[in-house]
């Protein structure tokens, strides 16, 4: 787990250090359903929050590790880090990286990011990836403040969806 002060203060503000603790997320509980259900439409509009069923799935998941964030005890940040091997190696993906709007710019998707990737770190990946829409403004700075690098490649999609109409 990690535990920090974040004290930084953003260019002519002044917002005062918050405490933020970085947990994994081991039990399907109410709480990390109730913070899914209110988090998920903060990244997406369109994808259904896992109800306590599914989240029993996502934590029970070898390959996933759920992290949330805590400041003065309520969950207000997560992060999905997906992990697999494949012939090339260990795969580490970050995926759904949300912090609630009241909480943002106090270091705490930093702390997220930074824990995901001493996690991926400490299990073996050489390399972690994740794919961010340039339109995401404040994540694309985040990950670029954290050591992020782009590389150049084809992300692909496929819809079943589209494939079926
Ligand atoms: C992207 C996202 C996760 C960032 O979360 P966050 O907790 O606000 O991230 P941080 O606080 O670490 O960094 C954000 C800003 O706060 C600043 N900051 C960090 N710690 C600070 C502190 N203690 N005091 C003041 N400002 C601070 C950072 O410098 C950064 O500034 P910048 O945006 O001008 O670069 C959040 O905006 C979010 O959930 N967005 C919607 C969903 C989304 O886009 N997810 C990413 C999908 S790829």
């Known amino acids: 787990m990690l535990?920090?002060?974040?004290?930084?203060r953003r260019r002519?503000?002044?917002?005062?250090?918050?405490?933020?603790?970085v947990e994994v997320v081991r039990d399907a509980t109410d709480e990390v359903t109730a913070a899914l259900r209110r988090l998920?439409?903060?990244?997406?509009t369109s994808a259904e929050p896992?109800?306590?069923?599914?989240?029993?799935?996502?934590?029970?998941?070898?390959?996933?590790?759920?992290?949330?964030?805590r400041a003065e005890g309520e969950i207000v940040g997560l992060?999905?880090?997906?992990?697999?091997?494949i012939p090339t190696g260990l795969r580490a993906w970050i995926e759904d990286v949300i912090v609630d709007e009241a909480a943002r710019g106090k270091g705490i998707g930093e702390a997220l990011t930074r824990e995901a990737l001493s996690l991926a770190q400490a299990a073996g990946a050489r390399t972690v990836?994740?794919?961010?829409?340039?339109s995401r403004a404040?994540?694309?700075?985040?990950?670029?403040?954290?050591?992020f690098a782009t590389r150049s490649t084809r992300i692909y999609?496929?819809?079943f969806d589209d494939a079926e109409s």
């Open 3 to 8: 535990a920090l002060a974040t004290g930084r």
């Open 129 to 134: 990836d994740l794919t961010s829409r340039p």
């Open 138 to 147: 404040a994540a694309g700075r985040l990950y670029e403040r954290v050591g």
């Open 50 to 69: 896992p109800d306590k069923q599914a989240l029993h799935r996502i934590v029970g998941s070898e390959a996933t590790t759920l992290l949330a964030a």
């Open 12 to 21: 002519g503000g002044n917002l005062p250090g918050v405490s933020v603790h």
């Open 40 to 44: 998920l439409p903060q990244l997406s």
């Open 79 to 85: 992060l999905a880090l997906a992990m697999f091997p």
């Open 157 to 159: 999609r496929y819809n």
